[in-house]
């Protein structure tokens, strides 16, 4: 999944190469792997499923997150988009330039096991409660997308779980879906002048990475996704990003609008949730620098009680991929 993005015959070539190479990948193949996943229980089509490049944990999820205080933070650029949670009145930051390497936090906060994700291919930034049924599940990658979007695993059964839509789709979890919990991305500068003594994820001392730079240098600005086979939504760009609402309780959306809309008029209502838009924070995706990206802005989302919603910011070709069934407002 960290394949430099780039344009042109390259891109074409090595396209093709994965998908007539890997596309083919089956329940054998990935059991002489060494999974140990059920491969006998799944709710999709298996062939939708294919390899994004890194094998199983090449991209090492963080399991022992470092912090430091936000006025300890001397890392980041003010632009630069982090993950804002807060869980039992306990507030931390998860920088994208970290996430991007990593795809996965497991963390716990406030006493709730967390984990926090982020699939660059779908600028998906997305939290999700840990523990199911009594068991606290551990996250890791598998180095599989399925509509361009990561596909996580649990390290306790090994079942496979779609991250856009935090649901079991392979092995024994198959049909079982995570508590997502509400969070958003906001600039680093706003982050720390609101909350100077939050916990802030650190760069782990033990991996080097080029923390701070972008992998997928234009990404959200190219023509089409990378590493997509489904259809296109229509009457918007693909790579157009738009604000997916969740209703309370539920992985499934209520309201689709795209961010240029929400962007032009500042604030909207739909279905009693509150969008607003304001100015301020920088593209991940964009340049080189993920602080340098060019403004996208940060978006919030209140619930009909006024208290933040569930929500993410992603392309309009996953959530069609992924809610066919819902108009993206444009």
Same mark, same amino acid.
């Given at each position: 999944?960290?394949?430099?993005?780039?344009?042109?015959a390259?891109?074409?070539?090595?396209?093709?190469?994965?998908?007539?190479?890997?596309?083919?990948?089956?329940?054998?193949r990935?059991?002489?792997?060494?999974?140990?996943?059920?491969?006998s229980?799944?709710?999709?089509?298996?062939?939708?499923?294919?390899?994004?490049?890194?094998?199983?944990?090449?991209?090492?999820?963080i399991?022992?997150?470092?912090?430091?205080?936000?006025d300890?933070?001397?890392?980041?650029?003010?632009?630069? $988009?982090?993950?804002?949670?807060t869980?039992?009145?306990?507030?931390?930051?998860?920088?994208?330039s970290?996430?991007?390497?990593h795809?996965?936090? %497991?963390?716990?906060?406030?006493?709730?096991?967390?984990?926090?994700?982020?699939?660059?291919?779908c %600028?998906?930034?997305?939290?999700?409660?840990?523990?199911?049924?009594?068991?606290?599940?551990d996250?890791?990658t598998?180095?599989?997308?399925?509509?361009?979007?990561l596909?996580?695993?649990?390290r306790?059964?090994?079942?496979?779980?779609?991250q856009?839509?935090?649901?079991?789709?392979?092995?024994?979890?198959?049909?079982?879906?995570?508590d997502?919990?509400?969070s958003g991305?906001?600039?680093?500068?706003?982050?720390?002048?609101?909350?100077?003594?939050?916990?802030?994820?650190?760069?782990?001392?033990?991996?080097?990475? $080029?923390?701070?730079? %972008?992998?997928y240098?234009?990404?959200?600005?190219?023509?089409?996704?990378?590493?997509?086979?489904?259809?296109?939504?229509?009457?918007i760009e693909?790579?157009?990003?738009?604000?997916?609402?969740?209703?309370?309780?539920?992985?499934?959306?209520?309201?689709?609008?795209?961010?240029?809309k929400?962007?032009?008029?500042?604030?909207?209502d739909?279905?009693g949730?509150?969008?607003?838009?304001?100015?301020?924070?920088?593209s991940?995706?964009?340049?080189?620098?993920?602080?340098?990206?060019?403004?996208?802005?940060?978006?919030?989302?209140?619930?009909?009680?006024?208290?933040?919603?569930?929500?993410?910011?992603t392309?309009?070709?996953?959530?069609?991929?992924?809610?066919?069934?819902?108009?993206?407002?444009?």
């Amino acid at each position: 999944m960290h394949l430099r993005w780039a344009t042109g015959a390259f891109v074409v070539a090595l396209t093709v190469l994965i998908w007539t190479g890997l596309a083919g990948a089956n329940p054998a193949r990935w059991t002489a792997e060494g999974w140990r996943t059920d491969f006998s229980k799944q709710s999709v089509d298996l062939t939708e499923i294919i390899s994004g490049g890194p094998p199983k944990d090449g991209i090492p999820a963080i399991d022992d997150p470092r912090f430091v205080t936000a006025d300890e933070a001397d890392d980041l650029q003010p632009r630069e $988009p982090v993950i804002q949670l807060t869980v039992g009145g306990e507030t931390r930051a998860y920088p994208l330039s970290i996430l991007m390497f990593h795809e996965i936090v %497991n963390d716990t906060v406030a006493g709730i096991p967390v984990a926090v994700t982020y699939c660059p291919l779908c %600028n998906a930034a997305i939290v999700f409660e840990r523990e199911l049924g009594g068991t606290v599940l551990d996250f890791g990658t598998t180095g599989k997308l399925r509509h361009s979007d990561l596909v996580m695993y649990d390290r306790q059964t090994e079942s496979w779980w779609q991250q856009f839509t935090g649901t079991g789709i392979v092995g024994a979890m198959t049909g079982k879906t995570l508590d997502v919990i509400p969070s958003g991305l906001v600039s680093w500068q706003a982050f720390s002048k609101r909350h100077p003594d939050a916990k802030v994820l650190a760069r782990p001392t033990s991996m080097s990475r $080029p923390y701070g730079q %972008n992998p997928y240098v234009s990404y959200d600005s190219a023509a089409m996704p990378f590493l997509y086979r489904g259809e296109m939504p229509d009457g918007i760009e693909p790579m157009a990003r738009v604000v997916v609402v969740r209703a309370a309780g539920s992985n499934k959306p209520v309201s689709i609008v795209s961010l240029g809309k929400l962007r032009e008029a500042k604030s909207l209502d739909r279905g009693g949730y509150r969008l607003s838009w304001e100015e301020g924070q920088a593209s991940a995706l964009d340049t080189r620098e993920i602080g340098k990206g060019r403004e996208v802005g940060t978006v919030s989302v209140s619930g009909p009680d006024g208290k933040p919603a569930v929500h993410d910011i992603t392309f309009a070709f996953v959530a069609h991929a992924f809610h066919p069934e819902m108009t993206i407002e444009g």
